[in-house]
């Protein structure tokens, strides 16, 4: 498990995940059926995203003013 907090990009990081959880429906859906396998693989995915954005969201780094 990586520690994403400390990541100075962790930001650009979160956006290419986001890309890449969306390309993963994208193709799912290009022939008309999202199967059961394809479902669990990008709610995964997501799930991952969700973990990750909320440990960038609740770090404990300040803000340069």
């Known amino acids: 498990s990586r520690d994403w907090s400390s990541d100075v990009c962790s930001s650009d990081l979160l956006e ?13 859906k290009a022939d ?9 693989r990008i709610n995964r995915a997501q799930d991952v995203q969700s973990a990750r954005i909320y440990t ?6 300040k803000a340069v003013k």
Request: proline content about 0%.
């Open 16 to 28: 290419k995940g986001q890309a890449r959880v969306q390309r993963m429906e994208d193709r799912a």
């Open 56 to 61: 960038q969201k609740h770090d404990k780094q």
């Open 32 to 40: 008309g059926t999202v199967t059961k396998g394809e479902a669990r």
